[in-house]
């Protein structure tokens, strides 16, 4: 009895509806991490034996700089909770330089904002500015060390509160608190210009709004899904944390400020 084989296609007809089927794809396509249609890939699936997925854009070597440190901070901003309650383990060092790139940027374009103003408060301070080569040096000495010195700050009070959230998966939390510095990089006047220059104005207030909330959304989200913490024992690791960074930040706040007063007025 002769057998029923099913009709072969043709090439053409083959490759028509590849094509088709290519084209068929929705209108519009966001990143479930940080919503954005021009997201470089924030769910990238790691190639290595490990299987982990890597949903960090910072860690895409294949993607421009700019598209990396760029969709990092849109993902640990607007797409905080998925992207904290995700957070794959693995290197510290990725997270280390993200941190200190996005606080020196935040931190820089900050001061260059603030110093004209405080050299215009200070009586006759504006003017040996003017007139005075020497004046002008110091002033951009003392914000140099303030910007260094408040950078170096932010980190580290980041990373302590990270840590501080728990004792279990240190390393997890460690890049926790070093990702989180992109909601300082969203909030400050480099990241409002960054966006509004590459994505325009409505991504501009949406990143803007978005850090405003981003540092409790992603606490939430990393006790959750890092240390697996919940309710009211979530509360409490949230309040230890923020004693202990605070604990940190205020004397060394201090000491910063003491660095550029002694900058101003000893050299």
């Known amino acids: 009895m002769a057998r029923n084989h ?16 290519s084209m068929d794809v ?13 997201c470089p890939g924030c769910t990238y699936e790691s190639t290595t034996t490990s299987g982990v997925v890597a949903i960090v854009p910072w860690e895409r070597p294949e993607v421009a700089p700019f ?9 640990t901003t607007r797409g905080a909770e998925t992207f904290f309650s995700a957070l794959p383990d ?33 009586p006759g301070l504006l003017l040996r500015c003017m007139t005075s080569g020497s004046t002008r040096q110091i002033v951009l000495l003392a914000s140099a060390v303030g910007v260094v010195g408040f950078t170096a700050l932010l980190v580290a ?9 728990g ?4 390393r997890r939390a460690l890049r926790f608190g070093l990702y989180a510095c992109g909601c300082d990089f969203a909030s400050s006047p ?8 590459s994505r325009g104005t409505g991504s501009m207030l949406s990143l803007f709004v978005g850090s405003m909330t981003a540092p409790r959304r992603a606490t939430d ?8 913490v919940r309710g009211a024992a979530a509360d409490r690791a949230r309040l230890r944390a923020m004693w202990i960074a605070m604990a940190l930040t205020v004397p060394a706040v201090v000491i910063v400020l003491a660095l550029i007063a002694a900058t101003a007025l000893l050299v």
Do not use: N
Not at 67 to 75: E, H, I, K, S
Not at 99 to 116: D, F, K, Q, R
């Open 6 to 21: 099913p009709a072969e296609r043709k090439p053409d007809e083959s490759l028509d509806d590849e094509i088709a089927d």
């Open 26 to 38: 929705p209108a519009a396509v966001v990143c479930a991490v940080c919503g954005s249609g021009e």
């Open 67 to 75: 598209a990396r440190f760029f969709g990092t901070v849109q993902a």
């Open 90 to 122: 693995g290197s510290v060092w990725p997270a280390l330089l993200f941190a200190v790139l996005a606080e020196t940027c935040a931190v820089g374009s900050t001061a260059a904002l603030v110093a004209p103003m405080v050299v215009a408060a200070i």
């Open 157 to 165: 009070a980041h990373a302590v509160y990270g840590l501080s959230l």
């Open 167 to 170: 004792r279990s998966v240190r």
């Open 190 to 197: 480099a990241g409002v210009l960054t966006a509004a220059l």
């Open 221 to 228: 989200a990393a006790l959750e899904g890092i240390y697996q």
